[in-house]
């Protein structure tokens, strides 16, 4: 079940970022934050809880080294060749179902790099959405595609790793509503930040002029 949504702008400084052609990705933290808003969810008039639940947040963090370190990853590879090939195979097929019909992955570039997190996420809520308002003004029509990275120690191989889910995005009133599911929701929950764990949302746009 879908839920609607209600606002709170809250003004925070994240990272986003915005690639022209031959662009050089940037090292230092201060010259990729800008402001973003973020949203607070709020449940829905046709889901029935128990108690309050105001505390239900999909928000937007502050930047850490971390997040940094993969924004400049992603980053490098979309200049040297594109960055559709930074992502994981798999995690690409599942994004080509929540692409209109003909796209062409290749044409996939980043427009935007925001750490995220949620809190009180009940399973009662069940799907859910949430706009994000950056600084470019999207235009409805416009095809995006929100893949959530979730960073976390993998106890078998003694590396850190990052599992890229997909998510539905769309341009609503120039801001974008990313559709975050109930399995996306629970794995941002589990993820301990206490341990260095750390969830990213890297924004995809279609652009037919991209090589």
Request: net charge negative.
């Amino acid at each position: 079940m879908k839920r609607t949504i209600a606002f709170v702008l809250v003004m925070l400084l994240v990272m986003t970022a915005t690639f022209a052609e031959n662009a050089v990705p940037s090292v230092n933290i201060s010259d990729i934050t800008t402001p973003v808003i973020s949203v607070v969810v709020k449940p829905a008039e046709d889901v029935e809880t128990e108690g309050e639940t105001d505390g239900f947040v999909i928000y937007a963090e502050a930047v850490s080294e971390k997040t940094q370190q993969v924004f400049i990853e992603i980053a490098t590879k979309a200049v040297e060749s594109k960055v559709v090939e930074y992502f994981p195979e798999e995690a690409i097929q599942k994004t080509v179902e929540l692409l209109p019909e003909k796209t062409d992955t290749a044409k996939l570039v980043l427009d935007e790099f925001v750490p995220i997190g949620v809190l009180n996420y009940e399973e009662e809520y069940g799907d859910s959405e949430a706009d994000f308002e950056f600084v470019t003004h999207y235009e409805e029509g416009t095809v995006l595609v929100a893949m959530i990275g979730f960073i976390r120690y993998n106890p078998e191989t003694n590396e850190e790793e990052i599992i890229w889910m997909p998510a539905q995005a769309v341009a609503v009133d120039g801001k974008v509503r990313v559709s975050f599911t109930q399995e996306i929701l629970f794995k941002m929950q589990e993820q301990n930040a206490d341990q260095g764990e750390a969830v990213v949302m890297a924004l995809l746009r279609a652009d037919d002029s991209a090589e």
